[in-house]
């Protein structure tokens, strides 16, 4: 990695060495996830709390040691990393004032740009924004963090519906995994953050815990312009909920502390959500405003909303149904119905999750709907681009601790082999894989191009294909499991040969 990271730009070699390294750790850590998932499938053995927190601390030591080795010797997507570089450079100069310009995409969003608040200071005032290691470091350390703390949410949620071991096993498969540690180590995006609230909010939502639930899902909404693609999920969920407590307190007429019960403290607790929700988004933009120069509503709008109708591409390198279609990087037309587009997609959306979740009305199933909603968004709706993958795939580890249903395991594999291979193509293709002085991207000898175009483009179009194959299948057990109750779960097996067997085995495993 030391060699590689001092690599110039146009060192295709050393760019596909790096490209099928992470494939092949893909794969491997893949084989190793159902190796362990076999082993553990049905065993229900508890593990003291001291080896529980031992195993737990290795586990995201190792993730944090892989992201802190990959962080330092490759920095990432330049034009995303010099969003973070520019805020550091703006608080040093002018504090708080004048930081956001009504532009979304040339600033962090809110909640993550009071992350940097902390690491900018810290790295202007120790002099680390002075030398480009350090600030890549101070740039880093937070998602690194963010990572860790995702890989814990997946551990919390599989130990609470499943079992420590498989928790273990799958927060290891996060911490490892380059699907889990591209967004941060490699390419440098805030989606990391929205990632973090919303495996947060995916256990609340496991739990019943509906003001908790909501809150992150709003602030998964104010860390990337993907994360507002879960909000026809959390909507759906929760008036669901607030409406099945109000008829429950009509027919049941609790009295006194009976009100906090499970079948009717949603007609509390998810005002409070909302209520909350937009106290939070308000008072961060009453916080902006000074800098902003708007009122807060419209800085709310413009993190939210209006990333939905004005995204500038069909795709950007993005596993998309667009990239199939020779649409890469193509732009819109002026008369494109964005705002009509956006509210059919919405609708869409809603009524799948409606469909779905009223005929089980199963938590585990919200899950994984949100899940789907994000994969259908990345593949379908417009404005996609080479990292949105992630989001979708992280909250797909989530639901298969909840679900437990080996077919979701083959949509991870195949959507997430794809990403690995889509995503680091992209920065090879740019010539980012390497840590050398960004000014070298401007001088005459720079021959990369950030959008994979040509004969390069073969591998954006072919990894789509997969990644909308996944969909489709996808599709399949959304409905299967979210309206008949089927599934296929994995039973114990031993070895690598006994793992894969019962894996691919086309019968329907598990108790």
């Known amino acids: ?3 590689f990271s001092q690599n110039g730009i146009t060192s295709a070699a050393s760019d596909a060495v790096i490209v099928l390294f992470l494939a092949l750790l893909t794969i491997a850590a893949f084989v190793a996830l159902v190796v362990f998932l076999c082993k553990y499938a049905e065993n229900s053995v508890s593990v003291t709390i001291k080896h529980r927190a031992v195993a737990l601390a290795a586990i995201l030591g190792a993730g944090f040691a892989v992201r802190l080795i ?3 010797c490759i920095r990432g997507y330049r034009e995303d990393y010099k969003l973070f570089t520019d805020m550091f450079a703006h608080l040093a100069s002018n504090g708080l004032d004048g930081y956001y310009n009504g532009n979304y995409s040339e600033t962090l969003y809110p909640t993550v740009y009071f992350v940097y608040l902390i690491f900018g200071g810290l790295s202007n005032v120790t002099g680390l ?6 600030a890549q470091f101070m740039v880093k350390f937070p998602m690194i963090i963010a990572d860790l703390l995702t890989a814990f949410a997946v551990y919390l949620i599989a130990n609470r519906y499943f079992n420590t071991r498989i928790a273990l096993t799958l927060a290891a498969f996060v911490c490892v995994c380059p699907i889990f540690f591209i967004g941060s180590a490699l390419w440098t995006s805030q989606i990391v953050f929205a990632i973090m609230f919303a495996c947060f909010a995916c256990y609340f939502t496991a739990k019943k815990s509906y003001a908790p639930a909501i809150l992150f899902y709003t602030l998964a909404a104010f860390s990337s312009k993907e994360g507002i693609y879960l909000f026809p999920v959390a909507a759906t969920y929760s008036v669901f909920h607030l409406v099945r407590a109000i008829i429950n307190i009509k027919r049941n007429k609790p009295q006194g502390r009976e009100i906090l019960s499970s079948d009717c403290r949603a007609v509390i607790s998810v005002p409070i959500g909302f209520v909350g929700s937009i106290a939070i988004a308000y008072l961060i933009g009453l916080f902006m405003t000074a800098s902003y120069s708007c009122n807060p509503f419209v800085y709310i709008y413009e993190f939210t909303l209006a990333p939905l109708v004005k995204w500038s591409h069909f795709t950007y390198n993005g596993l998309s149904v667009y990239a199939i279609f020779n649409q890469n990087g193509e732009v819109p037309g002026a008369r494109f119905p964005s705002g009509v587009f956006a509210g059919i997609f919405a609708a869409i959306i809603v009524a799948v999750v409606c469909v779905v979740y009223f005929s089980k009305r199963n938590r585990a199933t919200m899950v994984m709907l949100a899940a789907y909603s994000l994969f259908t968004m990345q593949i379908y709706y417009p404005g996609s681009n080479g990292v949105g993958m992630l989001f979708s795939l992280a909250v797909l580890v989530a639901a298969y601790a909840l679900v437990k249903d080996k077919r979701l395991l083959y949509v991870l594999f195949v959507a997430g082999l794809a990403f690995v291979i889509n995503s680091s193509s992209v920065l090879a293709n740019a010539g980012y894989l390497n840590n050398i002085a960004d000014y ?9 191009s950030t959008l994979m175009s040509g004969a390069v483009g ?12 996944a969909h489709l299948y996808f599709t399949v057990i959304a409905v299967s499991v ?3 109750g089927q599934k296929k779960m994995l039973s114990e097996a031993v070895g690598i040969g006994g793992a894969l067997g019962e894996f691919f085995s086309p019968k ?3 108790k």
């Open 1 to 3: 990695m030391a060699y």
């Open 70 to 72: 990959f962080g330092l």
């Open 129 to 134: 924004s002075d030398f480009a290691l350090g």
């Open 440 to 448: 070298n991207f401007a001088s005459d000898s720079y021959v990369g």
């Open 458 to 469: 073969a591998v954006g179009i072919t990894c789509s294909v997969f990644a909308v194959l």
């Open 482 to 484: 979210g309206m008949t």
């Open 508 to 510: 329907r495993g598990g």
